[in-house]
């Protein structure tokens, strides 16, 4: 039977996002669930489309009307997934691919018990630091936070159905794709 629902795991910088919107763009299968943050815009991002960017207040209005399906704390913003993304994709007969924090697999796994788990690895500690910061163009000021924190993530990624190193791009997003049609299948 096909999955309807995918979700990606992995530490910030370990490359989940690029995974997803990459394999959304190829397969039109998927629909990439678009999760709303409290965290400022990157560089190259545009609203609506790697993330809904709004603002503390208007996060803490939609938590307390039941908007979410989960939300968590990440790092030092709020990151949630809405119910009517989920049901927009499946009442197109999509399956929904999701990149999410380690959090927000708990929660999914426990209302979506049939949902299949993919954890991207980084290759080394060092090497997440290294694109943390290639990525950003600086140190962020956050950075022992996030790195204290992916290492709590990947002592997680036992609990996952899969796991995928990503140390060279092109390699790693080949396994990826390949579980993906797989479940799809």
Same mark, same amino acid.
């Given at each position: 039977?096909?999955?309807?629902?995918?979700?990606?795991?992995?530490?910030?910088?370990?490359?989940?996002?690029?995974?997803?919107?990459?394999?959304?763009?190829?397969?039109?299968?998927?629909?990439?669930?678009?999760?709303?943050?409290?965290?400022?815009?990157?560089?190259?991002?545009?609203?609506?489309?790697?993330?809904?960017?709004?603002?503390? *207040?208007?996060? %803490?209005?939609? #938590?307390? =009307?039941?908007?979410?399906?989960?939300?968590?704390? !990440?790092?030092?913003? @709020?990151?949630?997934?809405?119910?009517?993304?989920?049901?927009?994709?499946?009442?197109?007969?999509?399956?929904?691919?999701?990149?999410?924090?380690?959090?927000?697999?708990?929660?999914?796994?426990?209302?979506?018990?049939?949902?299949?788990?993919?954890?991207?690895?980084?290759?080394?500690?060092?090497?997440?630091?290294?694109?943390?910061?290639?990525?950003?163009?600086?140190?962020?000021?956050?950075?022992?936070?996030?790195? *204290?924190?992916? %290492?709590?993530? #990947?002592? =997680?990624?036992?609990?996952?159905?899969?796991?995928? !190193?990503?140390?060279? @791009?092109?390699?790693?997003?080949?396994?990826?794709?390949?579980?993906?049609?797989?479940?799809?299948?």
């Amino acid at each position: 039977m096909k999955t309807r629902m995918i979700i990606v795991a992995a530490p910030s910088g370990a490359g989940k996002s690029s995974f997803v919107e990459r394999i959304t763009r190829e397969d039109s299968r998927l629909v990439d669930i678009v999760t709303f943050t409290t965290r400022s815009i990157r560089q190259g991002e545009t609203p609506g489309l790697q993330y809904n960017f709004i603002d503390h *207040a208007d996060f %803490e209005q939609k #938590i307390k =009307e039941g908007f979410f399906v989960e939300w968590a704390k !990440v790092h030092t913003n @709020f990151y949630g997934t809405s119910y009517s993304s989920l049901e927009t994709a499946w009442n197109q007969g999509k399956t929904a691919i999701m990149d999410i924090d380690i959090q927000g697999v708990a929660t999914f796994k426990s209302k979506f018990p049939d949902a299949k788990t993919v954890f991207i690895h980084p290759p080394s500690i060092d090497e997440l630091r290294r694109r943390i910061e290639k990525r950003d163009g600086k140190v962020p000021a956050d950075i022992e936070v996030r790195m *204290a924190n992916a %290492e709590k993530e #990947i002592r =997680e990624a036992s609990k996952f159905d899969y796991q995928i !190193v990503n140390d060279v @791009f092109e390699k790693s997003y080949g396994e990826f794709k390949k579980i993906v049609e797989d479940l799809l299948a």
